[in-house]
């Protein structure tokens, strides 16, 4: 039986996966606690429920003034960079915002008595497979330092755990997509890339159409195969992730985060012709650089692990709570 008599520090919680996650414990019945520094985050997506803190996961003073004044005993840290050609050009920005600031975070954790610790890694750790389902003990080799900057965090957290009464949770993320089913939060990045936000800003008016970046890729139709999960499951991955840190103290877990099943751009456009009842304009383009075939999760060891069942596993689903989203910005 999972106590929850404490509270929960999401840090990066005013982002969208971090909201979301926030909206996922306060329905689980946690008390939580917001740091975020609003660099990419919005305050609206901050539940009333949460309390609310603008700072940076730098400022260790903070974090462990909030650890005390608040009960925190767990941290769900989301706060990061996270634009991928971005990390190639300034690969600095990337090493400090994602490993350094994270080894503060685990640091003030640990000298402050915080023992559950979850993470959002990502798949961009494999780098290219050539696999079509990609196992968690899969050899890393990420092609940029986004995913370089994200697996050196995971090696702290693995050492960390090693050395130190604290355990820790870090799920690869496949492409998070959707929004929350009762529209409080979604997605409201400007100038965004992924492909289902930039579908339904494209139906909406917002663009012309949606550029396919290669139809010669070795996919069943030429175009690029990824595993979209809806971001109401991931974040309830989430929350059971912390439940099974807390039984079990002793074990850390690192795990992908996906529904193990693949779709090309044509089938996400396709997704959204039908959920919207028109013909989205698609315009053929080459390869986008450093975009591999195909990213698609071995989701066996999750579903193992965790008593995890997704709701929204429809591709049509989470293009229709993207668009929800999407028209109420
Ligand atoms: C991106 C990030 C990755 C992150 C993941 C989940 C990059 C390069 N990668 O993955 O680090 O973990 O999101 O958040 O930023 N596509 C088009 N037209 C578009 C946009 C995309 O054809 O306008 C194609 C891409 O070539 C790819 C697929 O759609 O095949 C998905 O692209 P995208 O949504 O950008 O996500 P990823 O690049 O897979």
């Known amino acids: 039986m999972v106590t929850k008599d404490f509270t929960v520090l999401v840090t990066g919680g005013a982002?969208?996966?971090?909201?979301?996650?926030?909206?996922?414990?306060l329905d689980s019945g946690y008390d939580v606690v917001v740091l975020d520094n609003l660099t990419t985050g919005f305050l609206r997506a901050v539940p009333d429920q949460a309390i609310f803190i603008e700072g940076d996961i730098e400022d260790s003073t903070l974090s462990a003034r909030l650890i005390a004044e608040h009960g925190i005993g767990a941290i769900m840290h989301f706060a990061g960079s996270i634009i991928v050609p971005e990390s190639v050009e300034n690969p600095l920005k990337y090493y400090h915002n994602n490993s350094a600031k994270?080894?503060?975070?685990?640091?003030?954790?640990v000298t402050n008595g915080v023992k559950h610790f979850i993470f959002s890694s990502t798949a961009t750790v494999y780098g290219v497979t050539g696999?079509?389902?990609?196992?968690?003990?899969?050899?890393?080799?990420?092609?940029?330092?986004?995913?370089?900057?994200?697996?050196?965090?995971e090696a702290m957290l693995t050492d960390v755990a090693t050395a130190y009464d604290f355990n820790f949770c870090a799920l690869r993320y496949f492409n998070v997509a959707g929004a929350d089913p009762k529209g409080r939060s979604?997605?409201?990045?400007?100038?965004?890339t992924h492909l289902i936000k930039v579908a339904v800003e494209a139906?909406?008016?917002?663009?012309?159409?949606v550029a396919i970046f290669g139809t010669d890729y070795d996919t069943h139709d030429g175009t690029g195969t990824r595993d979209?999960?809806?971001?109401?499951?991931?974040?309830?991955?989430h929350v059971l992730a912390l439940e099974k840190l807390v039984e079990d103290p002793e074990t850390s877990h690192i795990m992908n985060c996906g529904y193990g099943q693949g779709f090309s751009v044509n089938d996400v456009l396709d997704a959204v012709d039908r959920v919207t009842n028109k013909k989205i304009h698609r315009v053929i383009q080459g390869r986008r650089a450093g975009d591999p075939d195909s990213l698609v999760s071995d989701n066996?060891?999750?579903k193992?692990?965790?008593?995890?069942?997704?709701?929204?596993?429809?591709l049509d689903v989470i293009v229709a709570h993207a668009l929800a989203w999407e028209r109420k910005l």
Request: no cysteine.
């Open 102 to 109: 994270s080894r503060t975070l685990i640091e003030t954790a």
């Open 203 to 209: 139906v909406l008016g917002k663009r012309d159409g």
């Open 300 to 302: 066996r060891l999750i």
């Open 131 to 153: 696999l079509m389902q990609i196992p968690e003990d899969t050899p890393k080799h990420p092609t940029n330092p986004y995913g370089m900057s994200k697996l050196m965090t």
């Open 186 to 192: 979604g997605q409201s990045t400007q100038g965004a």
């Open 15 to 25: 982002g969208y996966i971090g909201s979301h996650a926030v909206l996922a414990l």
């Open 304 to 314: 193992q692990t965790l008593p995890w069942q997704p709701k929204y596993a429809d």
């Open 228 to 237: 979209y999960i809806h971001v109401s499951d991931l974040v309830a991955a």
